[in-house]
């Protein structure tokens, strides 16, 4: 189901007045974790200034450790869904558990299925039984392959609304959190209809190569763009080293437009 033999025309998700896929791309920007309302209300008028539509914040946090917060909850996404109500945007979270589809979905756009999840396939199963679109990142140490399968997953339940996301994956290289697989993105548009975005954060974990890396996925033929961006980022209950503060932020949304590869 998702291969370009089945369907040879590109999926393209419409959520509200958002489209991902097909001709324009997309950046999707927002805190690791949602925090507080100031928080996501800042983050959301920064958006707003660069005229995008799509806001990330995780609510259930998949942590290295129990002692790590663990997000928010259902508390965060409600704050979402005001800052979204408010602001108009697109909202995107992730959910761990089949349990936690039911809490998040009268507050959020957008489910997200985590790298730890990508085999989680009660929750794949789970996800494709509902009528949210759904962004399934690649698992740490999972094959293309074993994405594809996956999402396959999700529209054999009954979901064909469903991106594809490039977080970076184990290798011996230690310059970067994870390693960014550039070749995921043309392997992944010329096999599957689905849209293949890249997440420049959690693949490269250091704010300094951002705008290439970004770069280099649109130039390798990306739908977009998820990168992690936070008010006061030192202070940051997670992921405080890869998130841009908001004026990093403009400075990579300039450097990106200006680059001429986003459309
Ligand atoms: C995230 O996007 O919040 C996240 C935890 O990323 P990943 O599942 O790719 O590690
Ligand atoms: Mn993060």
């Known amino acids: 189901l998702v291969s370009r033999d089945h369907k040879s025309e590109d999926t393209i998700i419409k959520v509200k007045q958002t489209t991902i896929g097909g001709l324009s791309h997309t950046l999707i920007a927002g805190p690791c974790s949602v925090e507080s309302r100031e928080q996501l209300?800042?983050?959301?008028?920064?958006?707003?200034?660069?005229?995008?539509?799509?806001m990330r914040g995780g609510a259930f946090k998949p942590r290295t450790s129990p002692y790590s917060f663990q997000g928010l909850g259902e508390e965060g996404l409600k704050m979402m869904k005001d800052v979204a109500d408010e602001s108009g945007l697109v909202t995107i979270s992730e959910i761990m558990s089949p349990n936690q589809i039911d809490i998040a979905a009268p507050y959020i756009d957008i489910f997200q299925v985590g790298a730890r999840n990508m085999q989680n396939f009660d929750l794949l199963k789970a996800v494709g039984q509902t009528k949210k679109p759904v962004l399934l990142k690649r698992g740490l140490s999972a094959t293309l392959e074993e994405?594809?399968?996956?999402?396959?997953y999700i529209l054999h339940h009954g979901n064909d609304q469903v991106m594809?996301?490039?977080r970076g994956i184990r290798t011996f290289e230690t310059a970067t959190r994870n390693t960014l697989d550039i070749s995921a993105?043309?392997?992944?548009?010329?096999e599957t209809h689905l849209p293949v975005l890249v997440d420049v954060s959690h693949s490269t974990g250091r704010k300094d190569i951002l705008l290439p890396c970004a770069k280099a996925a649109l130039a390798a033929g990306a739908d977009g763009i998820m990168v992690e961006i936070h008010p006061d980022p030192a202070n940051a209950l997670s992921d405080g080293k890869q998130q841009l503060n908001m004026e990093e932020f403009q400075a990579f949304w300039d450097g990106l437009t200006d680059s001429g590869l986003y459309r």
């Open 185 to 190: 993105v043309p392997i992944l548009k010329q």
């Open 147 to 152: 994405l594809m399968l996956a999402a396959e």
């Open 164 to 166: 594809l996301i490039e």
């Open 41 to 54: 209300e800042t983050v959301a008028s920064a958006l707003k200034q660069t005229g995008l539509s799509v």
